[in-house]
Every structure is written in C-alpha cells, then in structure tokens.
C-alpha cells in the first residue's frame, strides 16, 4: 500500500544515509572532530545512532523519544517539529524510530522538567582528579588538571583496547594496514583510539584538545576505510568513551 512504500522509502534513505555518513567521517580529520563533539554530547548513545543523529542534526545536546518527553519530562514536542530517523533493529526486520533533541520541546503544564545535562566547572575538579588517582591508578603528582585528564584516557583506553584487539586484527587486510605486523597495528589502534577518545572528553569537558594531538596521527583518517569506522568505531569506541566518562566523572554527573 501506498503508506508501505512510504516507509519503506524512508527505511531505505535512512540506511543509505548511515553509510554515507559513516563512510564520510574518514574523509579528513575535521569531519571526525566535527562528529566527536556531537558524540561527546550525546555518549549515552550507540555508535550508529550518534552518526545518524549527527548528520540529521548535528547541534543535537539531549534526544528522547516522544513518549519519554511526554511522559516522563512532561515536556511536548513543538508542532511541525521533525522527528530525528535511528534504526531500530528490535524484531524481525528493520524499521524506523524517532527522537526529538530538547530545543524541538516545550514545556508542559505540570511540573514539566529539563534533562540534567551535566558540565565539567572548575569545582568539580578536585572531586575528578580523586577519581582518577582512585580508578585508574595513575601516581600522584603535580600535573594539572588537563594534563591528568590526558593521561587517565590513555591509561584507560590502553586497559581496555585489549579485549578487542582480535577482532581489530582481522581488518589487517584493510589496504593502510597490510604491510603492518601485528604490534604496529596494536600501535595503529591504540592511537587512532586514544586520541578520539581524549578529544571527545576534552571537548565534553570544556577543554582545549589540540595541545596534546600529533598532527602527524591524524593522517591516518584521511586513509581509513568504511569497514574500518563500521568495525573498529562501532563498539570499540561507544564502549570505551562511554564507560570512562561514567567511570571519570560518576560523583560530577550524581
């Protein structure tokens, strides 16, 4: 039927348009800084969906579905306000769902509420360093806070590459990395990781990330390939940015 094809249209758009996207945030670094900012909001998301939610409306800060703006925020979405399209997988095929970033709300007549969108203030600094030096196990010393910061994404990220790197090492047929042996590539990984890492904290956190990239690493992303971004970005970086700013800033965001 004509309401079907419809969807079925919209389905189609929607994947062709998470390919395009994925395949493009390789195309230099720019374009992969400009999609951590957005991810660096939204962290609590998955891989595909920050990507889907970036192209669509990359000054997204706070998304939920209409039912959870009406019924939980008491919030209601504006009139003629366009829904943001994900992939929903649940079931036996694919289908669409939709969100609405805070700025396409209004609020309700009782006790409507706005999301807790947490910032990193000077005050709470003191409370993450703590956290660091408890957490991570990093050696006490005089390093600022930016610095210390640095150093526990690295240490994190290192901890925690491990567990992945198996699955990274079946994309050695990728092009950039055939002439690689296994420890080059371990090395390839850990940086291309551990610098998107520090950016989307830094800039999450208010910070100036460019200080501590090499410029020379972000060449690599001009070479990546989509199946690179699909496999090494999809899990390996939802699960360790997610997880470490949870686990860094716990006391800040509760």
Partial sequence: DEEGETMAEKLKNILELAQTLTAGLGDDPDSWKRF????????KYPFHEQ??????????????????????????VN??????????DRGNKARLK???????????????????IWQMKEQYQETVIDTIYDKIGLVKDDSDFSSLLFRACLVYTNDNIEAYISELLDLKNDGLFQSLNDDE?????????????VYAV??????????????????LFTSLS???FCVFFNKL??????????CLFFKVLW
């Fill in 79 to 88: 009139k003629k306000a366009k829904g943001i399209a994900l992939l929903d």
């Fill in 51 to 76: 990507v889907l939610i970036y192209g669509q409306r990359p000054d997204a800060t706070a998304c939920a579905s209409i039912d959870v703006w009406n019924h939980s925020m008491s919030r209601w």
């Fill in 185 to 197: 590539l371990n090395l390839v990984f850990l940086n291309l990781l551990s610098d998107s890492i």
């Fill in 36 to 43: 951590l900012e957005c991810a660096g909001r939204l962290y």
């Fill in 98 to 116: 939709y969100v609405f970033d805070i700025s396409d709300t209004h609020a309700g007549r009782y006790h409507p509420k706005r999301p807790f």
């Fill in 202 to 219: 830094f800039v999450r956190c208010g910070l100036d990330a460019e200080p501590y990239f090499n410029d020379e690493s972000w060449k």
């Fill in 237 to 246: 970086f939802e699960d360790c940015f997610s997880n470490q700013v949870d």
């Fill in 226 to 228: 989509p199946l690179f």
